[in-house]
Nanobody
Framework: QVQLVESGGGLVQAGGSLRLSCTASGLTFSSYAMGWFRQAPGKEREFVAVIGWAGGSTSIADSVKGRFTISRDNAKNAVNLWMNSLKPDDTAVYYC?????????????????WGQGTQVTVSA
């Protein structure tokens, strides 16, 4: 059974930083591109970042470019989202997702597996 488990969310003041982690099990992690998405109350799920299965290909949403970074460690079956200079608009539930294949996409319907999400709240 495939499981994606996010961690690292919490409450932080504007301008602060958080690192989200997602640990995968039940799949061959190095065969999957990994993405991060977020969903704020009353809003659609939004693409945040994606990284290819080898880690060499990344894409970051314009809304967080320059502030967020994605990385992965295939030896640990983990993908991280490093979030700096956080803003109240970054408040959302953050989800990691796995897509079989070398490259990810910003389309949330293209992913095979999802985690349960972790809440990030940024106070003004």
């Amino acid at each position: 059974q495939v499981q994606l488990v996010e961690s690292g969310g919490g409450l932080v003041q504007a301008g602060g930083s958080l690192r989200l982690s997602c640990t995968a099990s039940g799949l061959t992690f190095s065969s999957y591109a990994m993405g991060w998405f977020r969903q704020a109350p009353g809003k659609e799920r939004e693409f945040v970042a994606v990284i290819g299965w080898a880690g060499g290909s990344t894409s970051i949403a314009d809304s967080v470019k320059g502030r967020f970074t994605i990385s992965r460690d295939n030896a640990k079956n983990a993908v991280n989202l490093w979030m700096n200079s956080l803003k109240p608009d970054d408040t959302a539930v953050y989800y990691c997702a796995a897509r079989r294949g070398p490259y990810g996409t910003g389309r949330h319907d293209a992913y095979d597996y999802w985690g349960q999400g972790t809440q990030v709240t940024v106070s003004a």
